[in-house]
C-alpha cells in the first residue's frame, strides 16, 4: 500500500525539519549539478545539521542509472542509517535501489533483478528536482543494467518514507528538461488512463494530472521563462501521473521509449513522448468508446489534447524494415505491452515503428 507522505510547499525541507530524524548517519544521493542548482543540498544538509545528523554525498548518479553505481554507493554508505535522493527521477530511482544495496552490500546483479534481498532496505527520503516523474510517489525504481538495458523494478519495499517537493526547486530547470519532464508525467497519465490495470482512483489521478499541467506545459510553446505559480502547476501534476502509475504501471508507450533510450540516447521524457500520439491513436481505432470516456473526463477535444504533441521536438530517427523485424522479439510477450487496455500485439508495435521510423 502506498504510505508515503508527500509535502509540497515552499519551503518544504526547512519547513519539516524534524522529519529528516531517521538515525545518526545519512546517505544523500544526487546527480552532478541538480541538487546543488535547485538549491536543495543546501536546505537538506541544513537540515541534517540542525538534527545532528553525520553525512556522507554521493554524487556520481548518471541519467538513467545504472545499477553498478547503485552498488557502489551502497558500499560507501553501508554505516548509514538511511538515505535521502534528490533530484530528478534518476537519483530519486537510484536512492530507492540503493537503500536496498546498503543493506545487503556487493549483492549482485542477478540476486538484485530477482529481489533475493536478505536484509530489508534502509528508509528512504526523496526530495524532488524536476516536474516529471513522479519517482517520489511510487514504488518503481528504473535501472539500467551492465548491458544498458532498462528494467523498471516494482516493489513496495521501494516507498519512501517521506517525500518532499518544493516547486521553487525546478526553477533552475532548462526548457529542454522542463519540456521532456513534464511531457513525461503526460504520458504517464494518459498511458495509465489506457492501462489493462486502470481503475476509478487512477483515472483520477490521470485526468488531475493532465488538467493541472495542460495550460503551463502549452505555454512552452512560447520562449518565455515559467512563473513559480506555473512550475507549480507543473510539479503538483507530475505527483498525480505518479499516483496514477504506481497503481498501473506504463504500458508499451514507455516500454518502447525505452529502447530508444537505450540505443539512441534520448531523454527518457522525449523516447516515451513520441509514442503519446500512438497511445491515443491506438485506443480511438481500437476502443473508442473508452477513448471518448478520456476526453469526456478531460473536457478537452481530441485536437485539443493533441496540442500539446506541438511541444515534443522530433529527433530524426531511421530504422530499416530489417532492423524493426530483428528488434520485434522484445516486445513479445512483453509485460508494458500486454497492460496495454485491450489486447495489443507485436504486430501493433510493429506498425508503430514503421509508421514513426521507416
Ligand atoms: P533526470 O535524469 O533525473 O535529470 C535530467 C537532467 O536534469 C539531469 O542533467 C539533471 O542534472 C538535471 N536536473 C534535474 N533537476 C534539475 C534542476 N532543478 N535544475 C537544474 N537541472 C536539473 O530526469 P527525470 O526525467 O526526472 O528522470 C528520468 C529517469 O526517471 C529515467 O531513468 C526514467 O526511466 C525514470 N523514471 C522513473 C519513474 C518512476 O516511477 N520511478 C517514472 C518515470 C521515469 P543531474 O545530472 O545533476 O542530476
Ligand atoms: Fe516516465
Same mark, same amino acid.
Given at each position: 500500500m ?6 509540497i510547499?515552499?519551503?518544504?525541507v526547512?519547513?519539516?525539519i ?6 545518526k !548517519? ?41 545499477? !553498478? ?13 538511511f ?5 530528478g527521477?534518476s537519483p530519486?530511482?537510484?536512492?530507492k ?16 533483478y ?7 532496505p534502509?528508509e ?10 513522479g /519517482?517520489?510517489? @511510487? ?7 551492465? !548491458? ?22 525546478t526553477m533552475?530547470?532548462?526548457k ?7 511531457i513525461d508525467?503526460?504520458c504517464?497519465?494518459?498511458? /495509465?488512463?489506457? /492501462? ?20 503551463d506545459?502549452? /505555454? ?23 499516483y496514477?502509475?504506481?497503481?498501473t ?29 500512438d497511445?491515443?491513436?491506438y ?14 473526463n478531460?473536457?478537452? @477535444? ?6 500539446l ?7 530524426d530517427?531511421k ?6 523485424e530483428e528488434?520485434l ?10 497492460? @496495454?487496455?485491450?489486447t ?7 506498425e508503430i515503428l514503421?509508421?514513426n521510423?521507416?
Amino acid at each position: 500500500m502506498n504510505n508515503v507522505k508527500m509535502y509540497i510547499d515552499s519551503e518544504v525541507v526547512s519547513k519539516n525539519i524534524n522529519l529528516f530524524k531517521l538515525g545518526k !548517519k545519512a546517505l544523500i544521493v544526487t546527480g552532478k549539478t541538480s541538487a546543488v542548482k535547485s538549491g536543495a543540498l543546501g536546505d537538506v544538509t541544513n537540515a541534517l545539521k540542525e538534527n545532528n545528523i553525520e553525512y556522507i554525498i554521493f554524487n556520481e548518479i548518471e541519467q538513467n542509472p545504472t545499477l !553498478k553505481s547503485c552498488i557502489k554507493a551502497g558500499n560507501i554508505g553501508k554505516t548509514c542509517d538511511f538515505v535521502i535522493g534528490i533530484g530528478g527521477g534518476s537519483p530519486l530511482d537510484a536512492a530507492k535501489a540503493i537503500a536496498v544495496t546498503m543493506a545487503n552490500p556487493n549483492i549482485d546483479e542477478e540476486r538484485f533483478y530477482k529481489k533475493e534481498w536478505i536484509n530489508e532496505p534502509k528508509e528512504i527520503i526523496l526530495v524532488g528536482t524536476t516536474a516529471g516523474t513522479g /519517482s517520489e510517489v @511510487t514504488k518503481v525504481s528504473v535501472l539500467t543494467d551492465s !548491458k544498458h538495458k532498462k528494467h523498471s523494478i516494482h516493489d513496495e519495499r521501494m516507498y519512501a518514507k517521506y517525500a518532499f517537493g518544493d516547486p521553487r526547486y525546478t526553477m533552475s530547470l532548462n526548457k529542454d528538461f522542463t519540456v521532456s519532464t513534464g511531457i513525461d508525467a503526460v504520458c504517464h497519465a494518459t498511458e /495509465s488512463y489506457f /492501462s489493462n490495470k486502470a481503475n476509478d482512483e487512477s483515472r483520477k489521478h490521470s485526468i488531475n494530472c493532465i488538467k493541472t499541467m495542460y495550460n503551463d506545459l502549452l /505555454s512552452l510553446k512560447e520562449d518565455k521563462e515559467l512563473s513559480l505559480k506555473a512550475r507549480t502547476n507543473l510539479y503538483n501534476g507530475s505527483i498525480e501521473g505518479g499516483y496514477a502509475i504506481d497503481i498501473t504501471g506504463t504500458t508499451f508507450g514507455h516500454n518502447v521509449g525505452y529502447y530508444l533510450t537505450e540505443e539512441y540516447h534520448l531523454s527518457h521524457g522525449m523516447a516515451c513522448a513520441l509514442f503519446l500520439e500512438d497511445v491515443i491513436d491506438y485506443q480511438i481505432a481500437n476502443n473508442p468508446l473508452y477513448a471518448l470516456s478520456f476526453f469526456k473526463n478531460l473536457n478537452m @477535444t481530441i485536437a485539443e489534447f493533441k496540442e500539446l504533441l506541438g511541444i515534443i521536438p522530433r529527433p530524426d530517427i531511421k530504422m530499416t524494415g530489417k532492423q524493426i523485424e530483428e528488434i520485434l522479439p522484445r516486445w513479445e510477450n512483453n509485460g508494458s505491452v500486454k497492460n @496495454t487496455y485491450g489486447t495489443m500485439t507485436t504486430g501493433d508495435i510493429r506498425e508503430i515503428l514503421i509508421k514513426n521510423f521507416n
